[in-house]
């Protein structure tokens, strides 16, 4: 009984396991059929959706920046271009640099890093770098900003050589944009954010042009952070952007910008400005402006030229004198007043106290005589003030000239409908008050009459290229065929001569080339009424040479603190130095109203020489035919000639703690001789050193002050 209650019980524990074993068998059947349908789900229904996933983690699409065009100068300098930077950081993990290998090289790399860059120093580097490593940093700015030339150098220093994935170096390309000229025009060439899209002059003007069209490609992750492109039938070649070549001669402009610092600096000038233009063409050949900053240095930051409108002052007669002679009731032999006189119970007295009796309108205008000018316009105009205003607006002063680059500053001629009219507005505005222009548009009036009254559009644009080929070619435009009538413009044109010859800018006269032009000083705060010291602007516009009109150009000193306050003394001497340069250097290859120097030699006479470096005097007496002797490339030398009509050369000594002679230099290369000495340099008039106040051969100190009496 019991043995069969055994067997019994052990007969139910088997057939229990095999329970228990079915129900696991079930288990894992029913469970590998499930892997299987999913499988077979994820093959069949979900692949390619999956497939597509995983490709978008290891493939991805990327742009590709186009290369920003460059911008030229006509003589083929480069003025602006993109250049590759680069910013360097570290991956400082451990498990890219290990501890024993960042112990080992910290130091050396701190060090090589303090050698490239010693204004950190290694000690400062080593600490810096360690608290990134406790940190676990993985993207650690090293140096921003630096050139390729620097980028090869850092590859090889200690641990950066290892690379990124085991020295931890992580490199990151960009490009910035360059000016090599810098600053020589640097803000009429202008600047572009292409995230912001805030810009200025041309980079702004023709972004478009320049910045090109990116491309697209495909690319794939080989490793972590690390892509590689992958071109395939989807690929977008990136179109560079196109070049512009602009009409700045930097030879000219480097002129320009040096004359005009020169000159604001001597004077402590709030700002200044200088443009040059061919007269035909209205092509713009130089174009500066310079701002004084709080230390006292001067920077291009604001184009004044295209962009300032201002109260002209003397330099705005010409439009007076063409309205005047316009209208046919007076000629230039016309006899005015001068001195004071009485406008509807305010005075206008002329600068030059007493004034200069009764002249002719010819000689008012050589004088710059406000009351003369006032009287002419007054009588001619004051039942129709509009007809004077018409004859403004004829001439295109009303309009801006539509320069390529923006911020052109508006012009304003007052009109006798607007409210701000008085009786007064009328010989105000004769004499460049009430009025407001840029100094560019005044140009444009100047260049026209030398142009036989063809007003041209200013350009700075000559062409446009795509791969060295152009692609667009800008052309001289015509803003108004003619300004005034030819009867008038040879009259205007004559005045103009005579202001140069036997009036206020009689300090251009010796040039060995004609001159025509105008100079002006306006008061700026004429209207105040506290007592203060009275601020001027000093200016200068005309063009040469005069008997044919080539180049115009344009000179606007702004608050000088010096006591040179007349246009006469500030615009007119950069204007002669710009003018001189163009003449020497663009126009040496015309023959018109030059001087035969075969037939001097031949005479036994020779060219007047003036005193610069012997290499100069060499290359200029070498083409001339003649002869200067044995000097020195880099001396600055003095050529006297004797009785038999050669020449002497000697050297302008320059010794320590000794005054040199710099009698007969012109006023650039004394200052520089002097200013090297050590020496504080003031220089008063225009053209050639005459006297200077401390004798040759006489001691000198470092600072001490000289004064140079120019002729």
């Known amino acids: 009984m019991g043995t069969a209650k055994k067997t019994k019980n052990k007969g139910k524990s088997r057939d229990t396991l095999w329970v228990k074993v079915y129900l696991v068998y079930a288990f894992f059947l029913v469970f590998a059929l499930a892997v299987i349908i999913r499988m077979a789900v994820v093959m069949f229904v979900e692949g390619k959706e999956l497939l597509a996933k995983s490709e978008e983690q290891s493939l991805r699409y990327e742009d590709v920046k186009a290369v920003r065009g ?87 220093f200690p641990l950066f050589n290892k690379g990124q994935f085991k020295g931890g170096f992580i490199v990151t390309e960009s490009e910035r944009r360059s000016q090599p000229h810098s600053p020589l025009a640097q803000r009429t060439i202008g600047s572009y954010n292409t995230e912001t899209h805030i810009g200025s002059g041309l980079e702004k003007a023709f972004n478009d042009d320049l910045e090109g069209q990116s491309g697209r490609r495909l690319t794939q992750r080989v490793a972590k952070g690390v892509w590689r492109p992958i071109y395939n039938e989807e690929t977008i070649e990136p ?42 063409t209205g092509r713009i050949v130089a174009i500066a402006n310079l701002t004084r900053q709080a230390d006292g240095s001067y920077t291009e930051r604001i184009n004044y030229v295209v962009g300032e409108s201002v109260e002209p002052g003397s330099t705005f007669k010409l439009a007076s004198a063409i309205a005047i002679l316009e209208e046919g009731r007076f000629d230039t032999t016309t006899v005015v007043p001068t001195g004071i006189m009485e406008f509807y119970g305010k005075r206008m007295i002329d600068s030059h106290r007493g004034g200069y009796g009764d002249i002719s309108f010819q000689e008012a205008f050589e004088k710059s005589s406000n009351v003369g000018i006032s009287y002419l316009a007054h009588e001619t105009f004051h039942k129709n003030p509009q007809k004077f205003v018409d004859y403004l607006y004829g001439m295109h002063l009303n309009e801006i000239t539509g320069i390529e680059i923006p911020g052109e500053g508006r012009p304003y001629i007052k009109n006798p409908k607007d409210k701000s009219w008085s009786k007064l507005s009328l010989p105000w505005m004769s004499i460049g008050y009430e009025v407001q222009l840029t100094p560019l548009q005044i140009l444009s009036l100047y260049n026209a009459v030398a142009n036989n009254g063809k007003m041209m559009k200013p350009q700075l644009v000559d062409e446009i290229r795509s791969g060295g080929k152009t692609v667009r070619k800008y052309e001289p435009e015509v803003l108004k065929e003619r300004i005034a009538s030819r009867k008038t413009l040879d009259l205007v044109r004559g005045m103009l001569e005579q202001v140069v010859q036997n009036g206020t800018g009689r300090s251009l006269s010796k040039s060995p080339y004609k001159i025509a032009g105008k100079t002006g000083t306006a008061q700026i705060n004429y209207a105040r009424r506290d007592g203060g010291k009275m601020l001027y602007r000093a200016s200068f516009a005309g063009y040469f040479p005069a008997d044919k009109p080539l180049y115009s150009c344009m000179i606007m000193i702004t608050e000088p603190h010096q006591r040179r306050v007349y246009g006469s003394d500030l615009a007119a001497p950069v204007f002669k130095e710009i003018a001189d340069k163009v003449y020497a250097t663009l126009l040496k290859d015309r023959p018109e109203g030059g001087t035969d120097i075969a037939e001097l030699t031949a005479q036994g006479q ?49 010794l320590k703690e000794v005054m040199p002679d710099v009698q007969g230099l012109g006023a650039r290369d004394a200052v520089y001789i002097l200013e090297k000495q050590g020496l504080r340099v003031q220089v008063n008039g225009s053209g050639r050193v005459r006297r200077q106040s401390v004798e040759a051969g006489q001691p000198i100190r470092k600072n001490d002050k000289v004064w140079l009496e120019l002729n």
């Open 70 to 156: 460059n911008i030229y100068a006509s003589n083929g300098s480069l003025l602006a271009a993109s250049v590759p930077v680069f910013e360097i950081r570290m991956d400082l993990s451990p498990k890219v640099v290990p501890a024993d290998t960042f112990r080992r090289y910290l130091q050396p790399l701190c060090d090589s890093l303090h050698a490239m860059y010693p204004q950190v120093s290694s000690a400062s580097y080593r600490r810096t770098l360690e608290r990134a490593r406790r940190e676990g940093r993985r993207n650690h700015l090293v140096k921003r900003r630096i050139s390729y030339d620097e980028l090869l150098r850092m590859q090889k």
């Open 239 to 280: 179109r560079n952007g196109k070049d512009l070549i602009t009409t700045i001669d930097t030879r000219i402009q480097d002129v320009a910008h040096a004359a005009l610092e020169r000159c604001v600096r001597e004077n402590e000038a709030d700002h200044g400005c200088a443009v040059l233009m061919e007269v035909a």
């Open 606 to 654: 020779y060219p007047s020489a003036a005193a610069g470096y012997g290499g100069d005097l060499q290359r200029t007496f070498a083409a001339l035919g003649l002869t200067a002797g044995e000097v020195e490339e880099t001396e600055f030398v003095r050529m006297t000639p004797e009785a038999s009509g050669d020449y002497r050369v000697r050297a302008v000594k320059r």
